[in-house]
């Protein structure tokens, strides 16, 4: 096995889940040898400065370069669809077909939907509820979330409407992206 | 179900903005694994909080009664709420003193008190026992509950001030931080428990209540039911009636290991404790739960015809 300081860690960022890989050094990242671990979806990975900043990632790990820095902001994002190979940071397109992902540490797949809405850890207790609860609790979050969404975009509407239309957007721009 | 599972499973629904009845599945599951859920659905929910960042430094910019005056009225309190947890402590102190009560009390229903920690405890307590007055009136317990853990003594004491003795013991169901539960109890003066051990039977929250004994360490519970036994026929009427109709005995018997003799002694001599169908109950319950050890000494200070009924129901374990 190599020693740690010849190894470099890559992430993979999808729609469930940050997944750590582990590459060799000299790939930088670039050839997946195994993967280490997964980290909930919603992990922020930095914050970071600099194009060599560093983030420290499952404890022994070795650090993560952050090359793509942009990468590590939106992924602590939960309401951006981010479409696999093009969103991942350093192993790219190879990230998804590895075949360490089929081993994903996600448990059972009737979580999976859950997982995606509430994000990870979850207790391993939900595997109790049948199917008919487990999407209900999938669907009460999710409205949840919906309605809230729909509450502060009013709420920051309401806010810029005295402003005229050009400046608004601009305002609303600043503010909010 | 348990009382502190059906708690969880309130709370859950609150956060959710929908009916606890809907979520009533969730009560199968362990008190903790709820609550985790519940701390994930909260991160979930409040985890693009930071995209409010300038709209926090943005408040900075007005002088801060004009922002208090466009955070009341056009913000509204959802965003407000987001927002606050993103402020400078100093800012959100002094712009939350420019704010009605009934509005902080808007906010503090959204707000998630984790996230504003520091400006809870920078609030001072007179502003507080507005918002808790406020509060009250709209019988926001499970919101309240959740700011128990986050709050300096004084302003502890002076929410206890506006709220009633029969909201106190609905508050504690939802107390979030339990290690804090036996902190604050120690704050109200006897008086006040005396009260809301009263309102336990005139409101019928003894269940509220006898989980309040189980959330506070063994000392203090048993002094909480000293101070019960000290009470009428009437009002422990009421608690025996609850733990027979709730199967609650597992909670109540390990509390008279801690009561005084003269507690044990009071609590034990109650007529309805000595009912047939509440005995055989009891004995039932210390022998599923283990708890024969705190039976026996409450049962030999029961009067012979009692004992009897315990012998007959755990002859080899009473002898």
């Known amino acids: ?177 | 179900m348990t009382l502190e599972g059906h708690a969880e499973v309130m709370k859950l629904a609150r956060l959710l903005g929908t009916a606890p009845e809907r979520l009533a599945y969730l009560e199968r599951l362990a008190p903790a694994d709820v609550r985790a859920l519940r701390e994930r659905a909260t991160v979930a929910l409040f985890d693009n909080d930071r995209r409010f960042g300038r709209v926090a430094l943005a408040s900075r910019i007005p002088p801060a009664a004009l922002t208090a005056w466009i955070a009341q009225h056009l913000f509204g309190a959802l965003l407000c709420a987001r927002v606050a947890g993103l402020l400078d402590t100093r800012r959100a102190v002094d712009l939350a003193e420019r704010m009605a009560p009934e509005f902080l009390a808007d906010l503090a229903v959204q707000l998630d008190p984790r996230r504003a920690r520091e400006i809870i405890f920078a609030l001072p307590p007179a502003l507080i026992g507005g918002v808790a007055a406020e509060l009250t009136r709209r019988e926001e317990y499970i919101a309240m509950g959740r700011f128990v853990g986050h709050m300096t003594d004084a302003a502890l004491e002076a929410a206890f001030e506006v709220i009633d003795d029969a909201s106190l013991l609905r508050i504690s169901y939802f107390v979030e931080e339990k290690d804090q539960l036996d902190h604050v109890v120690g704050l109200l003066a006897t008086d006040r428990v005396r009260g809301a051990i009263r309102a336990a039977t005139d409101a019928d929250l003894w269940p509220q209540a006898l989980d309040l004994l189980t959330r506070v360490s063994p000392q203090r519970a048993g002094a909480l039911a000293d101070l019960a036994a000290e009470e009428d026929d009437r009002v422990l009427d009421g608690m025996v009636r609850t733990a027979q109709r709730d199967g609650l005995w597992d909670v109540v018997l390990p509390v008279t290991q801690n009561m005084t003799a003269e507690g044990r002694r009071r609590f034990a001599r109650l007529p309805a404790l000595h009912a047939p169908d509440v005995l055989v109950a009891l004995v039932d319950a210390a022998v599923a739960g283990g708890l024969l050890a705190d039976l026996l000494p409450l049962a030999a200070l029961m009067p012979a015809g009692a004992q009897r009924v315990v012998r007959e129901r755990a002859p080899g374990d009473v002898g």
Not at chain 1, 7 to 25: F, G, M, N, P
Not at chain 1, 78 to 95: D, F, I, Q, W, Y
């Open chain 1, 1 to 177: 096995m190599a020693s740690r300081d010849k190894l470099r860690s890559s992430v993979a960022v999808t729609e469930d889940a940050i997944y750590v890989l582990e590459s060799s050094k000299p790939s930088g990242g670039a050839k997946p040898k195994s993967l280490v671990g997964a980290l909930p979806r919603h992990t922020q990975l930095g914050p970071v400065s600099g194009r060599w900043g560093q983030v420290n990632l499952l404890g022994e790990v070795p650090p993560l370069l952050s090359r793509r820095a942009g990468v590590f902001a939106s992924a602590g994002s939960r309401s951006r669809t981010l479409g696999g190979a093009r969103e991942t940071s350093g192993c790219g397109s190879r990230a998804c077909g590895h075949p360490g992902l089929e081993s994903r540490p996600m448990g059972d797949d009737r979580l999976a939907p859950v997982r995606d809405q509430f994000g990870d850890p979850l207790p391993a207790a939900l595997h109790a509820l049948s199917d008919d609860e487990l999407t209900d609790l999938t669907a009460a979050l999710a409205e949840a979330d919906r309605e809230q969404s729909i509450a502060l975009d009013a709420a920051i509407d309401h806010t810029l409407r005295f402003l005229p239309w050009p400046l608004s957007s601009i305002v609303r721009k600043v503010l909010v992206g």
